[in-house]
């Protein structure tokens, strides 16, 4: 009778070189409203927690994530992220029941693949479409923001 031997996988490799930083995408998302109140007047909120996934491997010592995960968030929502009040940064996202990778994605790649103009008007779609569908699926005394 032989053995097996039981093999794991590995962890998907690391990027050995420091985050893009892109100062062009983050004016972009100063122009989009918040992902979560829809105002406007917004930060970009860098989602710190990994997702190998979605190719955010997480931050190295002293350093910011990469600049293609930067979200935009109105000033309170950015500290209320920070702020760990309702937990970890991953609890924060899970709590206003946005994928931050996910929607960070999206935004990138309309950023990436469409002019200036265009990409502003179809990412505010977008954040407008997720904050539509979250007040249709929330409980009736629901009262966000405006």
Known sequence: MSAHRIAFPKSPPRPQR????????????????????????????????????????????????PDRFALPLCPEEHDLQHSCKLGSERDYWLSKGIDPHQLANTLWGIFSDYDHDEAVLLCSERIQQGLRKARMAAPADWKGNP
């Not at 892109?22 to 122009?31: A, M, N, P, T, V």
């Not at 989009?32 to 007047?41: A, H, I, S």
């Not at 917004?42 to 190295?60: E, I, K, L, P």
């Open 18 to 65: 420091r985050p893009a930083k892109r100062g062009d995408y983050l004016e972009f998302i100063h122009e989009l409203p918040c992902v979560v109140t829809g105002r406007y007047g917004v930060q970009a909120a860098h989602v710190s927690f990994a997702s190998d996934w979605f190719g955010h491997y997480g931050r190295g010592k002293g350093t910011k994530a």
